[in-house]
């Protein structure tokens, strides 16, 4: 039988969220179920879903977590001197909350949501949004002040082109199709894709044909 009357609903709430991010940065998505974390923290499972709709809604709020911790590890490397030298900055920051946060990172793209799930909430959303707002700022100076959809766009296809090498990498399924480190390969993807940007603001007519 759980506890009661310990602790107030709030702090259950955070007992309940510090418990399911532990459960997910020891063993992932597997690791992490209802009942694991109400025996986690004593309480007994209905108490959980009286906090949370389903195990959906706590994975989502561990994931709102997560891209918090993700924002303040990536924008301390946004200086403004030049997009090179951030870009590398962010870039080494990011690999580096991929090889410590792995699981949390996972959860962050793993996470399968159930088909009758309402849209995700508008916090959740504003949290994705202060991520790629980082990025973006690295990037704003390659674009015109009048272009800032551009740059947005520009944002979300390279964070997109990333994780496409990093899940590779935490797959293991890399090397079928490159011999070059998750850190070379997305080297290469930034430089490449900054020089392509710089080609196409110094001449946007040619790269519009």
């Not at 418990?19 to 997910?24: G, S, T, V």
């Amino acid at each position: 039988m759980g506890r009661r009357s310990d602790h107030s609903r709030d702090e259950i709430r955070r007992m309940a969220l510090a418990a399911a991010q532990r459960r997910l940065e020891s063993g992932g998505l597997p690791a992490l179920t209802a009942r694991s974390v109400a025996d986690d923290i004593g309480y007994a499972v209905g108490t959980l879903y009286n906090l949370f709709d389903n195990l959906d809604m706590l994975v989502v709020h561990v994931n709102g977590a997560t891209l918090d911790m993700l924002h303040d590890e990536l924008a301390p490397t946004v200086t403004g001197k030049s997009p090179d030298s951030d870009l590398a900055a962010m870039l080494a920051a990011y690999l580096r909350f991929l090889t410590e946060k792995g699981h949390l990172w996972g959860a962050l793209f793993e996470h399968r949501r159930p088909g009758d799930s309402a849209p995700l909430p508008d916090w959740y959303l504003a949290k994705v949004a202060r991520v790629l707002g980082v990025l973006e700022s690295a990037l704003r100076p390659l674009f015109p002040d009048d272009d800032a959809a551009g740059c947005a766009q520009a944002a979300r296809v390279l964070w997109a082109s990333l994780h496409g090498i990093c899940s590779l990498g935490e797959t293991g399924k890399l090397p079928i199709i490159s011999a070059q480190s998750v850190a070379d390969m997305a080297n290469s993807l930034v430089e490449n894709y900054v020089a392509g940007l710089r080609v196409r603001q110094a001449n946007p007519r040619a790269a519009g044909e």
